[in-house]
């Protein structure tokens, strides 16, 4: 099994489809949005598993201490319920490596709505200016 850091580079677009037709059925992205049969994912990456309020959780999710991240999720859409032993999560995996790079690539762009997106927005904003002179 590959790393998220050996996997191919993801492209949203096709992430985007993907999502529609693997995951949106059971989840939304809008800040604020509804749940659905599993928790809605805004401000998904750098929150800690089994976190999203007004959930049910399975107990092995809230109690993973796994934090999202790039790596993490490349790993978790491989096989959930071997990445997390007890996961009440339905779903079987996505196997193609370029799948799962895709959607993480869209979920950057569009599971956006925690405080940490905002703030990773703003500092690449940041990163942008040059200076006056």
Same mark, same amino acid.
């Given at each position: 099994?590959?790393?998220?850091?050996?996997? +191919?580079?993801?492209?949203?677009?096709?992430?985007? $489809?993907?999502?529609?037709?693997?995951?949106?059925?059971? *989840?939304?992205?809008?800040?604020?949005?509804? *749940?659905?049969?599993? +928790?809605?994912?805004?401000?998904?990456?750098? $929150?800690?598993?089994?976190?999203?309020?007004?959930?049910?959780?399975?107990?092995?999710? $809230?109690?993973?201490?796994?934090?999202?991240?790039?790596?993490?999720?490349?790993?978790?859409?491989?096989? +959930?319920?071997?990445?997390?032993?007890?996961?009440?999560?339905p779903? *079987?995996?996505?196997?193609?490596?370029? @799948?799962?790079? @895709?959607?993480?690539?869209?979920? $950057?762009?569009?599971?956006?709505?925690?405080?940490?997106?905002?703030?990773s927005?703003?500092?690449?904003?940041?990163l942008?200016?040059? +200076?006056?002179?």
């Open positions: 099994m590959s790393t998220f850091v050996e996997a +191919p580079a993801g492209d949203a677009q096709s992430g985007e $489809k993907l999502f529609k037709s693997k995951c949106s059925f059971c *989840h939304t992205l809008e800040k604020g949005g509804a *749940h659905k049969m599993g +928790p809605n994912l805004a401000g998904l990456l750098g $929150k800690k598993a089994g976190q999203a309020a007004g959930y049910d959780y399975s107990v092995a999710n $809230k109690n993973s201490e796994v934090v999202w991240s790039e790596d993490t999720l490349y790993e978790y859409l491989l096989n +959930p319920k071997e990445y997390m032993p007890g996961t009440k999560k779903f *079987h995996g996505v196997k193609k490596e370029q @799948d799962r790079a @895709d959607l993480i690539a869209y979920l $950057k762009k569009n599971a956006k709505g925690s405080e940490d997106a905002k703030l927005e703003a500092g690449q904003q940041r942008e200016l040059k +200076p006056l002179r």
